[in-house]
């Protein structure tokens, strides 16, 4: 009487255990294997019949069920990690909005070296450094890279047309060529501005009702920083009566010498046109700027809690988290170039009433009620 040899299949259910075979994920080592063979259940029993099952059977099938685990291994073991690189124009340390950013990805499921690989390069602002890095950026193959500011992304731009880019500046990203439309950017890049055409206007517009005699503004600005706000500002001078002085930044070290330009040209107020530039040197600013006795209007919140007078504009973190979301669509296959850019649609107006009381200004209810936040 010949024995039969009866085969257990990884689906099926191990003899007083509530798991089959197949069950609490791949065998990723030898020891679990063997433990896999070990735990066949065979009963071999004496019988007239013919054998139903033969070894060779018995052999194929512990060979496929090593296969499979084997090759479940192998899919996790290669699991892809994303690379991202980061262009900047300060550090990952020093840019303020750069953990808002971080934070996005987290909650999108982003684990530091886990799924995603971040890969920084850093000008450490010093904007001569910014094509060199983009180029060491683009060498290093990844799969998208995130540009932070109008004076970091066209270096980026220059350096690869095929890596996606995302993008987030405070210019126009159509006047500054990185994308051909705002709708339908086309190419490798999108992602978001801070900017909208009225702003220039409205900042200058709350200046005059802060400060109702103000005839002459100082706009400090950088032109490396493709950006259409001097001009704006210009003209919406000439509608308020308010003469407009030009003040050109390159580098931090060019401030002191433009509060001397602004003395010179008798400027009762310095509007702050943004940049990562300017971001970077903000206190610097802030504190020339009370030095000298004027008040500072800029873009965003972070102005006004410095000591600036004012600022309005978007938030910037706000708009820094959705540029996340862009990566995050590209990673899971979304091209670049059918994702619109974002422009903002919420403003708000931060006031320093602490400000306004040392340089002697009293706010107008007026202003004061359409104020999103007021620093006492």
């Known amino acids: 009487m010949a024995p039969l040899v009866l085969l257990c299949y990884p689906d099926q259910r191990m003899p007083g255990s509530n798991s089959s075979w197949a069950d609490g994920g791949a065998a990723t080592d030898d020891v679990t294997r063997s433990a896999l063979v070990s735990a066949m259940y065979v009963t071999v029993v004496r019988t007239e019949a013919n054998v139903s099952l033969t070894f060779s059977r018995f052999v194929i099938g512990v060979t496929m069920l090593l296969v499979s685990t084997e090759v479940g291994a192998e899919a996790q073991q290669t699991a892809k990690i994303a690379r991202l690189g980061v262009l900047l124009f300060s550090t990952p340390e020093g840019d303020p909005n750069l953990a808002s950013f971080r934070q996005s990805l987290s909650e999108l499921g982003y684990v530091e070296g886990k799924n995603l690989t971040t890969v920084y390069r850093a000008a450490r602002g010093e904007p001569g450094r910014l094509a060199e890095l983009a180029v060491e950026l683009v060498a290093l193959k990844p799969d998208v ?162 000591g600036a007078l004012l600022s309005y504009g978007p938030d910037l973190d706000t708009a820094v988290r959705r540029a996340a979301t862009y990566v995050d669509r590209i990673l899971k296959g979304a091209s670049p170039g059918d994702l619109p850019v974002e422009q903002p649609t919420k403003f708000e107006l931060a006031i320093n009433l602490k400000t306004a009381a040392a340089l002697g200004l009293t706010i107008p209810p007026s202003l004061r009620l359409q104020a999103s936040h007021t620093i006492e």
């Open 145 to 306: 890279i995130f540009a932070m500011g109008g004076d970091v992304a066209p270096f980026v731009r220059t350096a690869t047309n095929t890596i996606p880019i995302v993008v987030a500046v405070s210019n126009d990203p159509v006047r500054a060529g990185l994308v051909p439309s705002l709708a339908r950017p086309g190419g490798n890049i999108t992602g978001v501005t801070f900017v909208s055409s009225e702003l220039a206007a409205k900042r200058l517009q709350f200046l005059k009702e802060a400060a109702p005699r103000i005839s002459r503004v100082a706009v400090l600005w950088n032109p490396d920083h493709v950006d259409p706000e001097y001009a704006e500002t210009a003209t919406a001078g000439r509608t308020l009566g308010i003469r407009v002085q030009s003040l050109e930044v390159r580098a931090l070290g060019d401030l002191e010498g433009a509060f001397q330009a602004a003395d010179a040209g008798r400027a009762e107020a310095i509007i702050v046109v943004s940049s990562r530039l300017t971001t970077l040197g903000r206190q610097r600013i802030i504190d020339l700027a009370t030095r000298h006795r004027l008040p500072v209007v800029a873009g965003w919140g972070p102005w006004a809690q410095g």
